[in-house]
């Protein structure tokens, strides 16, 4: 019997907390498992069914060591669980009440008159940008690291400012990275401070303009792989005014060298601030940061303060780029249903047509980013980072279950891109098994490229970067560099997550 349920999420797409999102109440009973009656059967004999037996290293320090005396082995995934509600304890039961609506939203209006009591209705919310944003824990680190002490005999890479970076010293920069060796943290502190300056000033939505017969390099998931990263490199060259780059977020974490690609990222951006674009991921967030891996990895290899200023150079990254005015560029997807509609236990075949009003490139560029995602406050910010594509059309939920992440479907980019005056769209953010897929097609595509190969060591994809050309008259493309996984140090991905034997709490005091 279920006797606590936790009813909240900690950040969004949170795989935790998930029963509650998908319609199980307090006091339901496990009644059947994957068709089985297990009414009749020992706690630990479900819960064998039921038991998560993967051990990754960001969960593994959860999962339970009891087991039943029946012996059962792990359902196969997907598992359907049927619930029996008590008699007693139904009758017991609150009358659910209707969901939160937001002032200003007619809760009788036809479109809503079938949803169940409980949904909830919010208004689509796109908070404003601050003319200028200041951050306090910059310029405090700013100045202590003006006060730092030179590094002496430093073996390894040194940052001595942007006129120091250039193609050969970025070459040999990631080369020893490869080899184990850091920049040191006075120098490493520098680069990213650098790299915020540049990154703050910049809009939401950020402009790319490729001359004719000049090219762009989108790039995907990266995961802080950074030997496949580097492989990628040497087939697609490196950032130049003939071939710009477009790095499209999810640049850390999971993968034990994710301080390494970050500080290559963000080398290339002060080396060439106008020919690199960033744009945030998902997993350019605190929460994100902290189960898995990157702010552990960043306290390992230099110190905890230093993730601050990762925070806040990630809520400075731009949340999405236009290619020529043609070709939108995004981590997740497009602006979901206005307005939010949500309730527990939401289908994935449900499908709706959420969305009267576009909005449009000026209204994301304008729009504030300087935040952590949170569907309540920043919807569009969570829609741009957090959703998918799907073949239906309309909106639908997200598969990845937390309450306000949005499937859309074709006729959803199709009517956004069509109102801006775009053609393409290409995004990240899933893995595909060749490293890219057409996930809507026809006049209007949309496209995700994923650049991480045999991500987390285990999915066994192809990974590739979306090359688009200026021939004169449009963006022709794209054409796809696949790549396989390289070779790489036994360490296994998620070292530094959570609950992961490279994590800080698993290391000796220093």
């Known amino acids: 019997m279920i006797w606590k349920m936790n009813e909240g999420s900690r950040y969004p797409g949170d795989p935790q907390g998930q029963a509650f999102v998908g319609g199980a109440k307090q006091f339901m009973a496990v009644k059947k498992v994957a068709g089985v009656d297990v009414s009749t059967w020992d706690f630990w004999d479900i819960m064998d069914l039921l038991d998560d037996k993967i051990l990754d290293n960001s969960a593994g320090i959860f999962q339970s060591s009891g087991s039943g005396s029946m012996g059962n082995k792990p359902a196969e995934l997907p598992v359907s669980i049927e619930y029996a509600v008590l008699k007693d304890a139904a009758a017991g039961a609150p009358v659910p009440s209707h969901g939160e609506t937001s002032p200003g939203i007619d809760r009788s209006d036809d479109r809503f008159k079938d949803l169940p009591r409980d949904a909830t209705i919010k208004e689509y919310k796109i908070p404003v940008a601050p003319a200028n944003y200041q951050s306090q824990v910059v310029e405090t680190l700013r100045g202590a690291v003006a ?32 080899n184990g060796q850091l920049l040191p943290m006075k120098d490493a502190y520098k680069l990213a401070i650098d790299a915020f300056d540049i990154l703050v000033k910049e809009k939401t939505l950020g402009r790319i303009n490729v001359p004719v017969g000049k090219k762009v390099t989108v790039v995907g998931d990266l995961h802080g792989q950074l030997f496949d990263f580097d492989h990628m490199l040497s087939l697609a060259g490196f950032p130049s005014a003939d071939n710009q780059f477009l790095f499209n977020g999810d640049f850390v974490d999971r993968g034990p060298w994710s301080v390494e690609v970050m500080f290559t990222i963000l080398a290339f951006k002060v080396w060439q601030p106008n020919g690199v674009g960033m744009n945030r991921g998902n997993h350019e967030a605190e929460m994100a940061n902290h189960f898995y891996g990157f702010f552990g990895e960043l306290e390992v290899k230099y110190e905890k303060r230093m993730t601050d200023l990762f925070a806040e150079i990630f809520r400075a990254t731009p949340l999405c780029h236009v290619i020529n005015n043609e070709i939108f560029v995004v981590h997740g997807g497009i602006p979901g249903p206005d307005p939010r509609v949500w309730w527990k236990g939401m289908d994935n075949q449900i499908s709706f047509d959420g969305r009267q009003l576009q909005i449009s490139l000026s209204e994301i560029e304008n729009s504030n980013r300087f935040m952590e995602p949170n569907p309540d406050e920043n919807p569009l910010m969570v829609d741009l980072l957090w959703s998918d594509p799907k073949g239906k059309d309309g909106y639908g939920p997200s598969g990845r279950m937390s309450s306000g992440i949005y499937l859309f479907g ?18 990240s953010h899933e893995v595909k098994a060749q490293g890219y897929r057409y996930d809507h097609e026809g006049q209007y595509p949309l496209i995700t490229v994923f650049s991480a190969p045999n991500y987390v060591d285990k999915a066994g994809n192809m990974a590739s970067v979306a090359v688009l050309t200026n021939d004169g008259t449009k963006m022709a493309g794209p054409e796809f560099v696949q790549y396989s996984a390289q070779p790489h140090p036994d360490v296994p991905s998620g070292a530094y997550a959570v609950g992961g034997p490279l994590h800080p709490e698993n290391q000796p005091a220093r």
């Open 410 to 427: 074709p006729d959803v980019s199709k009517n956004f891109m069509e109102y801006n005056g775009l053609r393409m769209t290409l995004r």
């Open 147 to 178: 006060s730092m002490p030179e590094p002496v005999g430093h073996n390894g890479p040194r940052y001595m400012g942007p006129s120091s970076l250039n193609e050969a010293s970025i070459r040999q920069m990631v080369q020893s990275f490869k």
